[in-house]
């Protein structure tokens, strides 16, 4: 079945350090969604990629879907304490649509 | 708009209970879904629906019934409650199977 792997599971950095996390699949995407949970709050909804290649920018965020459509990138520059939090990809094919395990930043001021 | 609404919030069940766990929208969506989450696991997918009628199972479909009777409701039933059903859940809603989800706050569910 669809298998979106996401690493790494965990990630603590100083602030102001950056941080990145990684999704990978085994087939092509028809899109991917990155989603930030705060520690004891719901998933939100941070983006949305659909084209080979694409980047987008939110901020201090920088979201990379890559040319095969079969993996992704979350960027985070320069973290801040508000940062913290889990990160999760959600994507897949033919209706078939999954999380990845996220990532769980920590940030020490 | 309230948007994804759940409840309750928490809940604390003896093994072999039943209950239903409510989840509405107001934002006229077709496709909602229900998770549960687990430490390390991630969100699975338990059952989803992508209209009033049509309801299909997802990653983790054992132990739970849903229904779609309208398009703002999505309850989720526990047949016969166990504590490997002690979780976080999350509704979740969207425009269709493929846009941004908009969840719930979530139930908290022990089962002892």
């Known amino acids: 079945g669809q298998q979106v792997m996401q690493i790494p599971q965990y990630q603590h950095v100083q602030e102001g350090e950056d941080f990145t996390t990684y999704c990978n699949s085994s087939t092509t995407l028809s899109n991917i969604q990155w989603y930030k949970q705060r520690p004891g709050g719901h998933p939100v909804f941070l983006i949305q990629?659909?084209?080979?290649?694409e980047v987008k920018k939110q901020k201090r965020l920088t979201f990379q879907f890559g040319e095969a459509k079969k993996n992704s990138s979350l960027h985070i520059t320069a973290t801040q304490t508000t940062d913290v939090g889990t990160y999760f990809c959600?994507?897949?094919?033919?209706?078939?649509?999954?999380f990845g395990k996220g990532t769980k930043l920590s940030v020490k001021p | 708009n309230a948007g994804v609404t759940q409840t309750p919030k928490f809940q604390v069940l003896k093994t072999g209970q039943s209950m239903t766990l409510q989840c509405a929208q107001d934002m006229n969506h077709e496709y909602m879904s229900w998770y549960r989450q687990d430490p390390g696991m991630g969100l699975r997918l338990i059952h989803y629906?992508?209209?009033?009628?049509?309801?299909d199972q997802g990653e983790v479909p054992n132990g739970y019934n849903v229904s779609r009777s309208t398009t703002e409701d999505f309850p989720l039933r526990l047949l016969s409650a166990a504590p490997s059903q002690t979780s976080v859940y999350f509704c979740a809603s969207s425009r269709h199977t493929y846009n941004e989800q908009f969840f719930g706050p979530g139930t908290r569910l022990t089962v002892l």
């Open positions: 959600y994507g897949g094919s033919q209706g078939n649509l999954i």
């Open positions: 990629l659909v084209k080979s290649g």
């Open positions: 629906s992508v209209g009033a009628g049509i309801t």
